[in-house]
């Protein structure tokens, strides 16, 4: 038979016997008794107030906390001021005069309840959503993996790329090498038959006239010709072979044309992850940090391109590298280090238009020539948006990942267009009166609060609408300029202020004004004929010089 003590089937037995059926519970003690021992529980320790009651009913009594101060004493309300639990001679000593007073057991149910909802978060959301992020943290790390797999494979691949150019070079000077040698060996053959023809010439000379010279017959004497010993004396040209030499080139510059690595990091989002209930990042509307405009804007770095002829737009790719366009390709530099990172050539040869990175990282350029919106994915050009009768100009990335574009039609009508992806959302064209909002558009933006923010070269004015294409404001510049010339905006950006920062070519200085269209203060740092604009999620301006095919580095907020 089964002992009744030990089996995991059976009822609870009390605690003093260990044989009875449990019938009743002290809540002081938090011992399981049958009735029959509750009297010998009680009579163990009389001291304390022990509250017997039925098994069903356990916990039903409160364990008020021992008063610090006064000993024996419970503690049955709480005061709020000093935050600890206080007896009633607490209170009569006059300790806690004039302080707010509640029951303990309703700040202990309070307590209970924000624990009991702390509990419910922890378990059904904040540690899933952990679980999620390690998840999420060992995918990267498998990722991370395999793209420096791919990225060692890619060096040894064109390492032996360049080991097969290096072979061929190697066997075409070495084939120079032979053909210049037998081409000098077969002229200095030439040479010596010519010169052996001589000396057989000469040495028939010697025995014709050694015949003559030994007889007494003066006819054989006389038979010789005249003396053509001067023809001899005429010495052959002596010829002297210059031999090749070979100059290496410079070892120490090879990792300059074999490539170079882009540094890498860790970057660190506080907003990259998000509760497992909401499952969405913060806005592009939400507040970030306040910043404050330097008194002194200072330019941090200068980044000199190697473009022939002119610069023209730039967007960041990351906070180490950026993107730039002018003659007919687009450009990849490292900041810091200034290097040519790649070189991508538009499909019509020309200028590309404008220039944007995707949320995913992607190169989008506008191409004139064309009529074509262009995605660059490893380094292969697709079309994602052919037009007909409109020309694109500028053209962003929105918060959303949709595409916005400048373009204007042959009888130059100007639009504003959102794309997702190749399928047309969005056309922003007229006010609410019907009139045309932009005159000749050029590049655009989004900001923060999903306002559409345009600089439009034809009417001199930076034109701002809503995300749904009601018109917000117009800025026409603000006097005077630094050149005291009309207002020319060209590239346009914003910052995490909603600020909106644009190019004005022609007064060599960058405008920021405010979400509401009003003028804070100019950039100038040095600029002549500033283009391209774009910011970096540290806030980092970076503008284009036209003429001087640099790129600067600005710092403006503190």
């Known amino acids: 038979?089964?002992?009744?003590?030990t089996s995991a089937q059976d009822v609870m037995r009390c605690d003093l016997c260990e044989t009875a059926v449990v019938q009743m519970h002290c809540d002081t003690c938090l011992v399981n008794l049958c009735k029959a021992c509750v009297g010998e529980h009680i009579s163990t320790d009389e001291s304390k107030d022990h509250k017997v009651v039925k098994f069903q009913s356990r916990k039903s009594t409160p364990l008020y906390p021992g008063c610090t101060s006064h000993n024996k004493q419970q503690c049955t309300m709480y005061c709020n001021q000093c935050d600890i639990p206080v007896c009633t001679k607490c209170i009569a000593s006059g300790q806690?005069?004039?302080?707010?007073?509640?029951?303990?057991?309703?700040?202990?149910?309070e307590k209970k309840d924000k624990i009991i909802k702390e509990v419910i978060e922890l378990r059904e959301t904040i540690y899933p959503t952990y679980k999620d992020i390690a998840?999420?943290?060992?995918?990267t790390m498998s990722q991370l993996e395999k793209e420096y797999g791919d990225l060692s494979t890619a060096i040894t691949k064109h390492g032996e790329d360049w080991h097969r150019e290096i072979d061929k070079l190697v066997k075409k000077l070495k084939a120079e090498v032979d053909e210049m040698k037998n081409t000098q060996l077969q002229t200095l053959q030439k040479h010596l038959d010519e010169i052996n023809k001589t000396m057989s010439d000469i040495k028939e000379e010697i025995d014709s006239n050694d015949i003559a010279t030994d007889t007494n017959d003066m006819s054989k004497l006389f038979r010789v010709p005249h003396s053509v010993i001067n023809t001899y004396r005429n010495l052959p040209q002596k010829l002297e072979p210059i031999i090749p030499k070979f100059i290496p080139g410079k070892m120490k510059e090879l990792s300059k044309f074999f490539g170079a690595l882009s540094s890498s990091s860790l970057t660190s989002d506080e907003h990259?992850?998000?509760?497992k209930t909401t499952q969405k990042l913060p806005e592009a509307g939400s507040s970030p940090p306040v910043k404050q405009l330097l008194d002194e804007p200072e330019t941090a770095t200068t980044i000199h391109t190697g473009y022939i002829f002119n610069l023209f737009n730039v967007v960041c790719l990351s906070d180490e590298e950026i993107w730039t366009s002018g003659d007919s390709t687009m450009e990849l530099y490292s900041i810091n280090r200034g290097l040519l990172l790649k070189s991508i050539t538009t499909k019509s040869g020309k200028i590309p238009e404008d220039i944007a990175v995707t949320k995913?990282?992607?190169l989008v350029y506008t191409d004139y020539w064309y009529r074509t919106v262009n995605i660059v994915k490893n380094e292969k050009i697709e079309e994602v948006i052919i037009l007909q009768n409109w020309i694109p100009h500028g053209v962003c990335s929105t918060s959303s990942g949709d595409l916005l574009v400048v373009m204007i039609s042959d009888d130059k009508q100007t639009k504003v267009v959102r794309y997702s992806?190749?399928?047309?959302?969005?056309?922003?064209q007229f006010d609410d009166k019907g009139k045309p909002l932009y005159s000749s558009g050029v590049y655009i933006t989004e900001n923060r609060n999903l306002d559409i923010c345009m600089s439009d070269s034809g009417a001199k004015a930076v034109v701002v609408v809503n995300q749904t294409g009601k018109l917000r404001f117009r800025y026409t510049g603000h006097t005077p300029a630094t050149k005291n010339?009309?207002?020319?905006?060209?590239?346009?950006?914003?910052?995490?202020?909603?600020?909106?920062?644009t190019a004005d070519y022609i007064n060599d200085c960058v405008h920021i004004i405010d979400q509401d269209g009003q003028f804070l203060r100019y950039i100038d740092c040095g600029l002549s004929y500033p283009w391209g604009?774009?910011?970096?999620?540290?806030?980092?301006?970076?503008?284009?010089k036209y003429g001087k095919r640099q790129v600067k580095k600005i710092k403006y907020l503190m």
């Open 135 to 139: 998840s999420d943290v060992q995918n």
């Open 533 to 544: 604009l774009c910011i970096d999620t540290n806030d980092n301006l970076f503008v284009t």
């Open 360 to 362: 995913s990282g992607d």
């Open 485 to 501: 010339q009309l207002f020319h905006p060209r590239g346009i950006t914003t910052d995490s202020q909603s600020h909106i920062l």
């Open 421 to 428: 992806g190749s399928t047309e959302k969005q056309t922003i």
């Open 272 to 275: 990259g992850y998000s509760m």
């Open 1 to 5: 038979m089964m002992d009744p003590r």
């Open 96 to 109: 806690h005069l004039g302080h707010e007073l509640s029951e303990i057991i309703q700040i202990a149910e």
